[in-house]
Every structure is written in structure tokens, then in C-alpha cells.
Nanobody
Framework: VQLQASGGGLVQAGGSLRLSCAAS????????MGWFRQVPGKEREFVAAIRWSGGSTYYADSVKGRFTISRDTAKNTVYLQMNSLKPEDTAVYYC????????????????????WGQGTQVTVSS
């Protein structure tokens, strides 16, 4: 499966962006999907994940209440709506697909994701 992330850009603090992650090659309907982010010189960190069925979501404490992950199975696409952006949200954002088929929960562990998109840059100015 190939994952294509898009929607990043430059935004002022307090603004919003919506990231998209389009899957091709095969469906990801039966796999949880996650968003991660990375700042140069730092480890990649978990941001949000959504269960394969879309019924459960999980967020990092740093984005809870501001970011919303969702999925559109008809479009084979996952979204990350980011509101009230802060300068500390500046990073390259990556989407990824869970390696397990229909995992019963969602996981924030990077090792559990085996397909990754190329990343999209989000820059929040103060």
C-alpha cells in the first residue's frame, strides 16, 4: 500500500489546517491508521490514531481537544483536522497504517505501523 500525505503548509498560531492521507494500492479499511510527527533532531512522536472501524480514536495529550482524526472508507483516506495550532505543532507530519488486520484497539507504538507516507510539513508561526 502507498500512503500520500498532503495538506501541510504555513499558518499563523491559532489557525487551522486539515491533513489528508490517501491510500492506494490496496484498501486500508481493515487497518487502524495513525498520524505521527517529527521535528529535526528529535524522535518521531505519536499524534493520533483511529481504529479500523472508525469507532475509537486516541490522541497525544499535547493535541487532545485541538486535533481530530477521521477516516472516509469510500475514499480510502484518513484526515487530521488541526485547530488552534501552536508554534510547537511545527513538524513534518506522517501518516501510517497499522500492521495488524482489524486490531481490537488502537496503538500509539510506531513499531506497530508498517506502511508510512512521505510526510507533509506543517509550520506554525507565532
Amino acid at each position: 500500500v502507498q500512503l500520500q500525505a498532503s495538506g501541510g503548509g504555513l499558518v499563523q498560531a491559532g489557525g487551522s489546517l486539515r491533513l489528508s492521507c490517501a491510500a492506494s494500492g490496496r484498501t486500508v479499511d481493515n487497518h487502524a491508521m495513525g498520524w505521527f510527527r517529527q521535528v529535526p533532531g528529535k524522535e518521531r512522536e505519536f499524534v493520533a490514531a483511529i481504529r479500523w472501524s472508525g469507532g475509537s480514536t486516541y490522541y497525544a495529550d499535547s493535541v487532545k481537544g485541538r486535533f481530530t482524526i477521521s477516516r472516509d472508507t469510500a475514499k480510502n483516506t484518513v484526515y487530521l483536522q488541526m485547530n488552534s495550532l501552536k508554534p510547537e505543532d511545527t513538524a513534518v507530519y506522517y501518516c501510517a497504517a497499522d500492521r495488524l488486520y482489524r486490531r481490537s484497539t488502537v496503538t500509539m507504538k510506531m513499531d506497530e505501523y508498517d506502511y508510512w507516507g512521505q510526510g507533509t510539513q506543517v509550520t506554525v508561526s507565532s
